[in-house]
């Protein structure tokens, strides 16, 4: 059994760098059936929101997912975020980069891309620590 996608009407999805769109009025159900970069609409990160290092990153991966052709010139630029965030982030997320660094070198750019999320959000408290705000969760819901 492969992999079973649900796609809302008007939701996109991004197949080896095929970008699909339910263009129907219902769910459309797909089931991916061999080794695929996949990305789900939500989980696509728009360029002009990777403004951190770790979202840059993510980007980047992203980027290799969906366009094979440029694979090869990216994945260096990718295993120098990786380098660079493991300086500065070695004591709190050294492990979870370290898999990262595994996914991308076992071509499993969807594995990297998704271990990134704990990542996103440690880094997302310290920019809020750096802003000012005490506790950035209860600031995001207010």
């Known amino acids: 059994m492969g992999l079973i996608l649900k796609v809302k009407t008007g939701d ?3 197949i080896n760098g095929a970008v699909l769109r339910n263009a129907g ?3 459309m ?3 991916v059936e061999n080794r695929s970069d996949v990305l789900r ?3 696509i990160l728009a360029e002009d929101k990777a403004q951190t290092p770790v979202r840059r990153l993510c980007q980047l991966i992203q980027v290799a997912m969906v366009s094979r052709e440029s694979r090869a010139e990216i994945l260096p630029r990718i295993h120098e975020g990786i ?3 493991m300086q500065v982030m070695q004591k709190s997320h050294g492990k ?4 990262v660094r595994t996914h991308v070198d076992q071509g499993n750019l969807y594995g ?4 990134l999320g704990p990542v996103i959000r440690y880094e997302d408290k ?3 620590i750096s802003a000012g705000l005490s506790d950035p969760a209860k600031e995001s819901h207010a």
């Open 12 to 14: 996109r999805i991004v």
């Open 25 to 27: 009025k219902g769910q």
């Open 29 to 31: 159900f797909v089931e």
């Open 41 to 43: 609409g939500e989980e």
């Open 83 to 85: 380098t660079d965030l």
């Open 96 to 99: 979870v980069l370290d898999r």
């Open 112 to 115: 990297a891309y998704r271990v």
């Open 126 to 128: 310290l920019l809020a």
